[in-house]
């Protein structure tokens, strides 16, 4: 057990607040951790909890976005983890991992923006282009904006 769920386990025991205090002492990448562990263990409130207080700490952090959209995910708030993984991008710039690019078109497809989608996976692409998911990603953003076109016999 972390020493930051210890602490949190000792605030819940004495009915107090998550205290963000006390959370201020652990870095970024400690509080990731530290959510990953209560997910594992189906800790969600908790794990929410901390990440909201983690994010008002330190709101330009790659753990604390990462963690936080995935969290948002988990919770299916679509526009949250879309702003998340947006401001994730901006952060890790040139850096950004082919998963975040999953990970944002995943959401902009579920936040039901396919064109923003399809925008995002070409750009992951241009970085990646042999990436499998992202190529599976393009191949079915392509198949639902051909199904979007209107027939060769279409009238209006």
Not at 46 to 59: E, F, H, M, Q
Not at 85 to 109: K, S
Not at 119 to 126: C, E, I, N, S
Request: charged residues 15%; proline residues 5%.
């Amino acid at each position: 057990m972390t020493t930051l769920i210890q602490e949190l386990m000792n605030q819940a025991s004495v009915g107090g607040l998550l205290n963000t205090t006390s959370i201020k002492r652990f870095t970024p990448a400690e509080i990731r951790e530290t959510i990953q562990s209560l997910v594992a263990t189906e800790q969600m409130e908790l794990a929410n909890a901390l990440g909201d207080a983690g994010l008002s700490l330190y709101p330009h952090s790659e753990d604390m976005l990462a963690i936080c959209s995935l969290l948002a995910m988990t919770n299916q708030d679509w526009p949250l983890s879309v702003e998340l993984l947006e401001e994730l991008i901006q952060v890790q710039g040139d850096n950004t991992p082919p998963f975040t690019y999953v990970m944002f078109v995943r959401a902009l497809r579920c936040n039901l923006d396919p064109m923003r989608a399809l925008q995002v996976v070409k750009q992951g692409l241009a970085l990646y282009p042999q990436q499998v998911e992202l190529v599976a990603e393009k191949l079915a953003l392509d198949d639902f904006s051909e199904s979007m076109m209107p027939t060769a016999g279409y009238q209006h």
